[in-house]
């Protein structure tokens, strides 16, 4: 057990009157003792001897009382700085995995919102990327080889890989539905065709378009094309 200097002196000091208050008490009951065996009379002076002593006894024991009641209390301050010091690492700790868990909480969201933004990237593949043209009639006798050329393109993410492109065509002012307008691509649709292969092209960096060529050589008539990407990522 460690002490701090001022407690150590003062430890030491009144030890030291203890141990001279005892002695000189046991020292002068002795003399009171042999004066008595001799027949020689007790004075006032030789009777004040041993209540001076208890007196310094006295003394010297509040004095180490005070001392070590201060000992204790230092102890006890060392005790809260202890527990201060704990508490402080305990709301550091709790702390810490309070901000982790945030951290992890942040990430799953990151993650659930990644997950469900892929979940709805597949769905609109699976469903497909749409686009439409309207192309007007020739406007002169002509022919397959002399009728402009359209492309009919649907945007799709760049990182997709096309699945498949079907091809729909029918008149402008056409009620069928487009699911009995589908044709084959380098197929003749009634003076019209879509081209025998589609293409790519980009469209910045998170997209891309995919194309079919489509021509009408018609005189009469102006013609939707439309085309559906399917694909995945």
Do not use: H
């Amino acid at each position: 057990m460690d002490f701090s200097d001022p407690i150590t002196a003062a430890l030491i000091g009144a030890s030291a009157t203890v141990l001279t208050a005892l002695v000189q008490l046991r020292y002068s009951w002795r003399r009171e003792l042999k004066d008595r065996e001799r027949g020689q009379p007790i004075t006032k002076k030789t009777r004040r001897g041993p209540f001076m002593a208890v007196f310094v006894l006295m003394i010297a024991a509040a004095a180490g009382g005070f001392f070590f009641s201060q000992y204790v209390i230092s102890l006890r301050y060392e005790d809260r700085d202890s527990l201060r010091a704990e508490l402080q690492m305990q709301l550091a700790m709790i702390s810490d995995s309070a901000t982790r868990l945030e951290e992890a909480r942040l990430s799953e969201r990151d993650e659930v919102e990644a997950s469900v933004l892929r979940v709805e990237a597949m769905r609109r593949g699976e469903e497909g990327a749409a686009a439409s043209v309207v192309v007007g009639p020739c406007k002169s006798p002509c022919g397959e080889q002399g009728a402009a050329r359209v492309a009919v393109c649907a945007r799709v993410p760049a990182a997709a890989t096309v699945k498949e492109v079907q091809l729909y065509t029918r008149f402008e002012d056409s009620q069928q539905p487009w699911a009995d307008s589908r044709v084959p691509a380098g197929q003749d649709a009634g003076q019209a065709k879509f081209l025998e292969k589609p293409f790519e092209r980009p469209d910045g960096d998170a997209a891309k378009q995919v194309c079919q060529g489509f021509v009408n050589w018609s005189g009469e008539k102006a013609r939707l094309a439309r085309i559906l990407v399917k694909y995945s990522l």
